[in-house]
Each structure stands twice: as structure tokens, then as C-alpha cells.
């Protein structure tokens, strides 16, 4: 008989077999799920005792319908020794405006250092369904003055609803049509601004940050994404907030203190979203359907602005070098899936209840109910989901490789 760690809608239970079945005598419950509990502590290191599939069969690993080689269009891998690793762009940045149109760029700075230099935004359109280049634009930019895109968004792309695409460069809003027209030139403020696509991409939400000797400056604005006209705006006197990356959901913006993850409306007005020991510590890290991912060592949680906690992936034992850790996080514009890169640990190599077979692989999954939909292969420098979630593009710095759902 093997026996198991159960959890509380499960006492009375053990394993039996290939299946589970009925203790007869109620009294014996409290002391096999005691027995059960101590066993699997002591020889979880031993992998005697692990916990079963969450799945009836285990995610499929996706296989390209595409695989385009970059370097054929002119693409030029950037070269550490080029730029400052700390301003973000010593790799390419992914994209998809469309679901057939995925976007590859970077800026090359004009000297050797990125940090003291202007530069070239470079951009590479590519058909997904074919392969071919669609068409490459440039823009001139400024220095990046901070490493976080929720800081600082210079020399970023960002894609909107109905096939449209954003781009600030030279701290100028340029507003694209599906066809690459510009349609909208908008001149910035002095000042560090960051922005955020929130709404499905029919909405901006957009922070100017301006410091002078006495105070800091910050002001939230809501503009509506087809013309930029401002919808609403909060001056912000908090100087925690200005200190932590922009994440906007729904008509919320979320963000981390002391106390847990906090939510503030355009009214300005602050609520209390989670505040057990996962969230004072995990910063909000993406926008989902209704809610937010909250990443870090401990795992994966799915927030809900209305009901809480949805799902949660944990991580067991959490942190440490040979643990499982979490690489990053990438939704999609409609909010309704995420890609997330895992990196196995030198002692575990199970995350989610599925094994990792390589040192990197990318889960992809439902952010309704955290159903893992598919996984594909890591070793990647760039991760985009397409704005309806049915396709994946990754880029390793010379293939674009495009997977759906198998």
C-alpha cells in the first residue's frame, strides 16, 4: 500500500491500488493523515512520496508551424561589449500587433556606450503565417534613463487593439495603423514617462514622472488609444508608487507597499486587493482578464479584483539555487492567456506537476482557471503572445520560432 499526504477534502481517503478508497473506520482518519503527512516530509527529498498529476495527461510540448531565420532580412544581433546591460536593450524586444504580424526590434546606440548615447530604434515586421518580411521602420531615440519599461518607456513598442501599434521614441507618442501609417504624433513633456495598453488596448494609462530640487512630480493619465485624448488623470503625492514599475488593469492601478497589493482607481481612491504573506512580499507583475499575476520564488498566483485568490502555482521548497524559479511572464492583450518561462533548479525539476526535460521551458496557460495548455522548448530571448492568445513567437536572438496550440 502507498500511502500519500492528503489534503482536507480528502481525509478518510488513502491509496489503494490505482485508485483511492474509503477508510471503514472513521476513528483511523486523523491518525493515517498524520502518518501519511510525517512520512512524506521526511522522504520528499527521496522522491518516495510526490504528488500526483493535476492533469489527466501531461501538457504536450508544441512544435513550430514557423521557424524564420532574421539574419536573412539584415538583422544584426547586438553585441554585449555595444551596450549597458542595465538600460534593458543588450537583447531584442517581441511584439505581436496582430495575430499574424509579430514585431522583432532593438536600438543601436550611436557610440560604444548606450548609456551616454542616442540611438536607432530598429524594427523587423514579420508575417507569421509565411515567414516573409512585411516591412522594417526606424526611429530615433533617446537615452533610456531607467532599466524598467514600467519606469521608463523610451525606445518601446506596444500593441493596441484593432491591429494597431504605439511607439515612443525620442520621447514622442507615434500612433500606427495595421498598414504602418502614422496616424498621431504626440509630443511628451519633459520627464521620465512610462505607458501601459490596458482596456483590451483601447485604452493607455501613461505616468509622467518630473523631479525638481524640492518634490517629485507624478501624474497618472487614462487616454483613449485612437486619438490619445485624456479620459481621466490623478495627481500622485505617494512617493512609494513612483518608485515601483507602472502596472495598469482595467481601470485599476496596482501596485505593492508594506501591506500587501494595493489597487487605486482614477478617482484616486486606494483598496486593499491581497495582503497574506505571499503578496507582501510578490509585487504585482502582469495584467490578466479581471485581475493580476503575482510572480516570485514562491510560485505563480492569479489575483481577482472581485473574488481574491483564483489559482495559485507554488513553488516547493521556494527559493535557493537549486530550486525552480520563474523567469518571466508575458500575457495577452486580451488578457485571457499567459507564457511563462520556468527555470528548472539543479535538484528539482518539477513545477506545475510537470517534469522540465530541458534547463528552460515556457508554460502557457489559461488565465481563467491556470489550465497549462501547452509548453514549448526555452532558450529564448524574447516571448510574445499574440493579442487573441492563440499563438506563441519566441526569438533566440537569430530564429523566430511561431507554436500554437497543438
Same mark, same amino acid.
Given at each position: 500500500?502507498?500511502?500519500?499526504?492528503?489534503?482536507?477534502?480528502?481525509?478518510?481517503?488513502?491509496?489503494?491500488?490505482?485508485?483511492?478508497?474509503?477508510?471503514?473506520?472513521?476513528?483511523?482518519?486523523?491518525?493515517?493523515?498524520?502518518?501519511?503527512?510525517?512520512?512524506?516530509?521526511?522522504?520528499?527529498?527521496?522522491?518516495?512520496?510526490?504528488?500526483?498529476?493535476?492533469?489527466?495527461?501531461?501538457?504536450?510540448?508544441?512544435?513550430?508551424?514557423?521557424?524564420?531565420?532574421?539574419?536573412?532580412?539584415?538583422?544584426?544581433?547586438?553585441?554585449?561589449?555595444?551596450?549597458?546591460?542595465?538600460?534593458?536593450?543588450?537583447?531584442?524586444?517581441?511584439?505581436?500587433?496582430?495575430?499574424?504580424?509579430?514585431?522583432?526590434?532593438?536600438?543601436?546606440?550611436?557610440?560604444?556606450?548606450?548609456?551616454?548615447?542616442?540611438?536607432?530604434?530598429?524594427?523587423?515586421?514579420?508575417?507569421?503565417?509565411?515567414?516573409?518580411?512585411?516591412?522594417?521602420?526606424?526611429?530615433?531615440?533617446?537615452?533610456?534613463?531607467?532599466?524598467?519599461?514600467?519606469?521608463?518607456?523610451?525606445?518601446?513598442?506596444?500593441?493596441?487593439?484593432?491591429?494597431?501599434?504605439?511607439?515612443?521614441?525620442? *520621447?514622442?507618442?507615434?500612433?500606427?495603423?495595421?498598414?504602418? %501609417?502614422?496616424? =498621431? #504624433? @504626440?509630443?511628451?513633456?519633459? $520627464? /521620465?514617462?512610462?505607458?501601459?495598453?490596458?482596456?483590451?488596448?483601447?485604452?493607455?494609462?501613461?505616468?509622467?514622472?518630473?523631479?525638481?530640487?524640492?518634490?517629485?512630480?507624478?501624474?497618472?493619465?487614462?487616454?483613449?488609444?485612437?486619438?490619445?485624448?485624456?479620459?481621466?488623470?490623478?495627481?500622485?503625492?505617494?512617493?512609494?508608487?513612483?518608485?515601483?514599475?507602472?502596472? *495598469?488593469?482595467?481601470?485599476?492601478?496596482?501596485?505593492?507597499? %508594506?501591506?500587501? =497589493? #494595493? @489597487?487605486?482607481?482614477?478617482? $484616486? /481612491?486606494?483598496?486593499?486587493?491581497?495582503?497574506?504573506?505571499?503578496?507582501?512580499?510578490?509585487?504585482?507583475?502582469?495584467?490578466?482578464?479581471?485581475?493580476?499575476?503575482?510572480?516570485?520564488?514562491?510560485?505563480?498566483?492569479?489575483?481577482?479584483?472581485?473574488?481574491?485568490?483564483?489559482?495559485?502555482?507554488?513553488?516547493?521548497?521556494?527559493?535557493?539555487?537549486?530550486?525552480?524559479?520563474?523567469?518571466?511572464?508575458?500575457?495577452?492583450?486580451?488578457?485571457?492567456?499567459?507564457?511563462?518561462?520556468?527555470?528548472? $533548479?539543479?535538484?528539482?525539476?518539477?513545477?506545475?506537476?510537470?517534469?522540465?526535460?530541458?534547463?528552460?521551458?515556457?508554460?502557457?496557460?489559461?488565465?481563467?482557471?491556470?489550465?497549462?495548455?501547452?509548453?514549448?522548448?526555452?532558450?529564448?530571448?524574447?516571448?510574445?503572445?499574440?493579442?487573441?492568445?492563440?499563438?506563441?513567437?519566441?526569438?533566440?536572438?537569430?530564429?523566430?520560432?511561431?507554436?500554437?496550440?497543438?
Amino acid at each position: 500500500m502507498k500511502v500519500r499526504a492528503m489534503s482536507s477534502g480528502e481525509v478518510g481517503f488513502y491509496e489503494h491500488g490505482n485508485g483511492l478508497a474509503r477508510l471503514k473506520h472513521p476513528k483511523n482518519r486523523r491518525l493515517l493523515l498524520k502518518i501519511s503527512f510525517w512520512v512524506c516530509l521526511g522522504l520528499f527529498e527521496f522522491k518516495i512520496c510526490e504528488p500526483k498529476l493535476a492533469y489527466a495527461s501531461a501538457p504536450e510540448l508544441a512544435k513550430p508551424t514557423q521557424t524564420v531565420d532574421l539574419t536573412r532580412f539584415g538583422y544584426r544581433e547586438l553585441k554585449a561589449n555595444l551596450v549597458d546591460s542595465t538600460l534593458g536593450d543588450i537583447i531584442s524586444h517581441l511584439v505581436m500587433v496582430s495575430d499574424q504580424l509579430v514585431v522583432v526590434y532593438h536600438t543601436m546606440p550611436d557610440g560604444m556606450r548606450v548609456a551616454a548615447s542616442n540611438g536607432t530604434l530598429t524594427a523587423y515586421f514579420v508575417n507569421v503565417s509565411d515567414g516573409k518580411l512585411v516591412r522594417k521602420q526606424d526611429w530615433r531615440t533617446i537615452r533610456r534613463r531607467d532599466s524598467g519599461e514600467g519606469k521608463d518607456s523610451e525606445a518601446r513598442i506596444y500593441a493596441l487593439s484593432q491591429d494597431r501599434y504605439i511607439v515612443i521614441a525620442s *520621447g514622442t507618442l507615434l500612433l500606427y495603423n495595421r498598414d504602418g %501609417s502614422l496616424t =498621431i #504624433q @504626440k509630443k511628451l513633456d519633459p $520627464g /521620465l514617462w512610462s505607458i501601459q495598453p490596458v482596456q483590451m488596448g483601447t485604452v493607455l494609462l501613461l505616468r509622467h514622472e518630473r523631479k525638481d530640487q524640492k518634490q517629485s512630480f507624478v501624474k497618472y493619465i487614462w487616454a483613449d488609444s485612437q486619438s490619445l485624448a485624456t479620459l481621466a488623470e490623478v495627481e500622485d503625492g505617494q512617493e512609494l508608487r513612483s518608485q515601483i514599475g507602472l502596472l *495598469g488593469a482595467d481601470q485599476w492601478l496596482v501596485y505593492r507597499d %508594506s501591506n500587501g =497589493i #494595493q @489597487k487605486m482607481t482614477v478617482d $484616486g /481612491l486606494d483598496g486593499v486587493m491581497c495582503s497574506d504573506d505571499f503578496c507582501r512580499e510578490s509585487g504585482p507583475s502582469n495584467a490578466v482578464r479581471g485581475g493580476v499575476i503575482v510572480s516570485s520564488r514562491f510560485g505563480l498566483e492569479m489575483l481577482s479584483f472581485d473574488k481574491g485568490l483564483v489559482w495559485q502555482k507554488s513553488i516547493q521548497p521556494a527559493g535557493g539555487l537549486d530550486r525552480i524559479t520563474i523567469g518571466g511572464v508575458q500575457t495577452s492583450l486580451n488578457g485571457e492567456y499567459l507564457a511563462v518561462l520556468v527555470l528548472r $533548479g539543479n535538484k528539482y525539476r518539477t513545477f506545475d506537476d510537470v517534469h522540465l526535460d530541458k534547463n528552460e521551458e515556457v508554460f502557457v496557460y489559461s488565465a481563467t482557471d491556470g489550465k497549462c495548455l501547452f509548453l514549448l522548448p526555452g532558450a529564448i530571448q524574447a516571448l510574445a503572445l499574440s493579442p487573441n492568445g492563440t499563438q506563441v513567437v519566441s526569438f533566440d536572438g537569430k530564429y523566430l520560432r511561431v507554436c500554437g496550440k497543438p
